[in-house]
């Protein structure tokens, strides 16, 4: 091997890795636009199955099911959105109660410590406060008002910009399929094809399955509230039934949640014989739920949907958690059953891979 020779295979791989860099840059730029479609691509697997029985048992034509799932989608959102504002209304009139007799006098009470502690130490509190600029942070409103703005203004863009792309993965669901295709290596065309098969008819089964698994959670709960007579119980259960999707900590989360809505519901009454026994019970309903998700719901929809082992769905949980935080734990799962599926068509004979893949 001459100079030459080395040198053109150093310049390939510089080549290689500077456009692996910018791919790598481009892909990190335009992260928002990935997350839009990844999201859109969910909310198109899970309409998938509705979509299919308005087309084939209603005999509805494509376009027109497709619409009818998205003002179905729209008005489900619509609606969720339009429980939770009861609830927080309701909650923040409890706390203000709550505050409102004794507020003044603790203001007051707390100001004299303070202003007691600060003479001690040769300082006059109220002189200071008169020579300082204390309302400079109000300057700051203004742009803290933009802030907000602006944030609305990107929701509200980024919530149009994922019906929009869902709408035309709903219309044309081979439309995602074409786009990797094209990307895909020369010959290499019919084994991806094969694994969006799969990964459609895997991902579908599991996104619905984990609906299922949040419905379960959410008449237990319901019912379990609605027993002890808690305020907005369909709202409550129905928020920590949606926070169950993240694996492991969102239980933990709902069953604070739950003991501080409880509470707060329940405000007024006697803490012994009334507010403590009430949420005690609570909790065993919660415990109770818990248990069906984790004994029979969770089980069956990992089993069915990914086909993988319960340890091995442990593990990958636990890596997403350490990688990514919660959204980590809560794309873990649909990640791993992906990768799964892209092995098995393309490395099948490796010994490793055909152990994992062995159910698919």
Known sequence: M?????????????GILAGVVLGLYFLYTIKTVLIYIIIAAVISL????FILFLRKKLKFPNTLAVIFTMFLYIGITIGIVGLFIPLIT????S???LQKEGLADNLESTFIEIDKYFKTKDIDILDELKNSDVFSGFREI?????GIIGAFGSLSAGLFSVLFISFFFMKDSLLLKRVILTMTPTGKERKMYDSLEKINGLLSRYFVGLLLQI?????IYTIVLLIFGIKNAVVIALLCAILNIIPYVGPIISGLLLILLTMTSNLGLDFQSEILPTTIYVMIGFALAQLVDNLFSQPKIFSTATKAHPLEIFLVIII???LMGAVGMIIAVPSYTVLRVILKEFLSENKIVKSLTKDI
């Open 46 to 49: 899970i309409a998938r199955p």
């Open 320 to 322: 997403g958690g350490i």
């Open 2 to 14: 001459n100079s030459k020779s080395i040198t053109i295979g150093i310049l390939k791989a510089v």
């Open 90 to 93: 309701e909650q923040s009139e």
């Open 95 to 97: 706390l203000s109660l």
């Open 142 to 146: 203004p742009n803290i008002i933009n």
């Open 215 to 219: 419905l379960i959670l959410f008449v």
